[in-house]
Structures are given as C-alpha cells and as structure tokens.
C-alpha cells in the first residue's frame, strides 16, 4: 500500500500522449520516513523525471537525481551533507513477457497496469548512489573529536582485555612450535 505522501510519485500513463513529458519532485526528510529500512537521516534531493512514451506499450524513464543526502558518519556518528548527483534509466514494458527477463533496468508491468508509482524506484536509485562508507573526511570535515576519544579509549579498553580462550588457543600454538 502507498502512504498517502508517496501518491504525488504516482503517473497515471494511460492518459498521455507518446513523446516525452517532465515530472520534477523534491525528495526530503518525510519521503524517507515512508521508508522503514532508509540509511538516510535526511536528504534534499531534486529528481527531475523524463518520461518517454515511445509506444502504448514502452516506456523509457530517465530519472536525473541531484542535491545532498544526510549520512551518518561511520567512524563518529555525526551526520554529514553528502552531495548526489546522477542519472538513471529505466525501460517499462506493458504486456505479459513471452520469457523472464532478468534486467535491473526493464520492468514488465500487466497490460491492464494504468499508473505507474515512482517512488520506490527514486528511493532505491538514492540508494544505489550512496557511498559504501561514509566519512566525515569524505567531505571535507573533521570528525566529532569527543568521540574519537571515546573510539580510542574503547580501543585501548580491547588492547588490555584478553578473551581467555585466545590465550589457551596461543598456549597450544606455542607448545606446537616447541615440538
């Protein structure tokens, strides 16, 4: 079911003309809060939307995404503006597929299909333009001094504190070495 904020992501297809029409959304903080398993804390992102309709039954979106997306600092947990910019297309097809295809850019949509939400693919494209790690470095900042002291001290704290059963696992290991 779509939250009542994502119906303004939603084309209904059916009524346009073939060419190619503009839809333009603003994606911030209350998007993502439609979304239970968001790594964004919080996000401003422009996504302006092609939608090409080559035929009653083809479809080819270009979604182009810009703006900054809040991200949570791995090493301090300060959140950090990190900028976005990128462009993706998508291929939709109407009617039933002869053969599964396995394309993450075609989507096969039932003939009787009349709109089309766009939310869940502008969410999942955010996604796939995050970086692997996010660092305060990354962009420029510095991070959160307070707790890179506390990082260090938990590190010293792991240093110190020995797990018994790595000492019995080097004990074997050196009695092995002596024979």
Not at 113 to 134: C, D, G, K
Request: aromatic share 10%; net charge negative; proline share 3%.
């Amino acid at each position: 079911m779509i939250v009542d904020h994502l119906q303004a992501y939603t084309i209904n297809f059916k009524g346009l003309r073939q060419g190619e029409h503009h839809f333009q959304y603003q994606v911030d903080d209350k998007f993502f809060e439609n979304f239970e398993e968001t790594q964004v804390q919080e996000g401003d992102v422009q996504v302006n939307l092609i939608f090409e309709k080559r035929k009653e039954t083809l479809f080819v979106l270009t979604f182009q995404l810009s703006g900054t997306l809040g991200l949570e600092c791995d090493r301090c947990l300060n959140i950090i503006d990190y900028p976005v910019s990128e462009e993706f297309k998508l291929y939709i097809k109407i009617g039933e597929a002869e053969e599964p295809e396995e394309d993450d850019d075609l989507v096969m949509l039932p003939a009787e299909t009349q709109q089309l939400n766009v939310a869940q693919y502008i969410f999942e494209y955010i996604h796939l333009i995050m970086p692997m790690r996010s660092l305060c470095e990354s962009v420029g900042k510095d991070c959160n001094p307070e707790m890179l002291k506390i990082l260090e001290e938990h590190e010293r704290e792991e240093k110190t504190e020995s797990d018994p059963r790595w000492n019995d696992l080097k004990d074997l290991l050196k009695k092995k070495n002596n024979n």
